[in-house]
C-alpha cells in the first residue's frame, strides 16, 4: 500500500504518474493521496484510471501542477460531485470521469479550460448541463451519455467549432434539438441523441453534417416530416431514427446516401 507521506516523498518531481490498471491496488484512504501530488509543480499527467477507487475528490484538485494537461479517473467508484476548482486546471487538454458515481450538475468552471480537446463524463449521475460548455471551442469528443441530466441541450455546444464526436444519449434530455448543433459541421465520428425525451421536429440544418458517419436520434419524440436535406449527409453509414413519430413519405433523396450500410426508421 501506498501512504500519503510516501507519496509526498518518492512523486515530489514525478511528471507523470501512471497507476493504471492495478485492480488490486489499494491506495490508503483513496483519493487523499491526491493532495501529496500538490507537491509534484511539473505534474503533467496523472491516470489513475481503471482502479477501485473509493471516495469523493478533494478540494486539494484545485492545487495540481498548472502543467497538467492529462488527468484520467475513469472507471474507479468516486462519488460526490466534481468541484468547482477543476477549473484552475488551465492546461488541461484530457478529463475524463467515465463510469463513476459523480453526482450533482456539471460545474460552469469546466467552461474556463478553453485548451481542453476531450471531456469525458459518462456513466455517471450528473444532473444539469452547464452552458459554458459553449466555451470549449477546441474540443473534439464530449461524452456526457448515460446520466441522470434533465432539462434541454444548450444551444451553446454550438459554438464547439471542433467537435468529432458528441454523445448525449440515454439521459433524460427534454425540448427540441438546438439547430446550432445540427450546424456543427466538423461533427464526423458520430452524434448520438437517442433515448431522451426529445421532441419536435429534426432540424433542416442537419444537412450541415456532410462529414458525419453515424447519426442515431432513436427512441426520442420527435415528429413531423424527414428533413430532404438529410441528404446532404453523404458520408452517412448508419442512420437510425427508429422509435419516433416522424410524419410523411421518406424522402426521395435519401437514395444519395449510397454508402448507407444501416438505415433504421
Known sequence: MISTGECQGILENFMVLDIEYFYQNRLRDDFTF???????????????GNNLLRGSLPDSVANLSTYLSYFNLEINQIHGSILSGIGKLLKLT????????????????IGTLHKLQELLLGGNKFTKLSSSLGNLTFLI???????????????????????LQLALSQKN?????????M???????????????????????????????HMDVSYNR??????????????????????N?????????????RGLRVLDL
Open 173 to 181: 434530455l427534454n425540448g427540441s434539438i438546438p439547430p446550432e448543433i
Open 141 to 163: 469528443i464530449l461524452d456526457l451519455s448515460e446520466n441522470n441530466i434533465h432539462g434541454s441541450i444548450t444551444p451553446s455546444l454550438g459554438n464547439c467549432h471542433s467537435l
Open 245 to 257: 413519430s416522424f410524419e410523411g413519405e421518406i424522402p426521395k433523396s435519401l437514395r444519395k446516401l
Open 222 to 243: 420527435l415528429s413531423g416530416p424527414i428533413p430532404n436535406t438529410l441528404s446532404n449527409c453523404l458520408n452517412l453509414e448508419w442512420l437510425q431514427l427508429e422509435a
Open 94 to 109: 484530457l478529463l475524463s470521469m467515465v463510469a463513476n458515481n459523480l453526482a450533482g450538475p456539471i460545474p460552469s468552471s
Open 34 to 48: 491526491i493532495s501529496s501530488l500538490t507537491n509534484c509543480t511539473s505534474l503533467q499527467s496523472i491516470d489513475v
Open 183 to 213: 450546424s456543427l459541421s466538423s461533427i464526423s465520428t458520430f452524434l448520438l441523441l437517442n433515448h431522451n425525451a426529445l421532441i419536435g421536429s429534426l432540424p433542416s440544418e442537419v444537412g450541415s453534417l456532410t462529414n458525419l458517419g
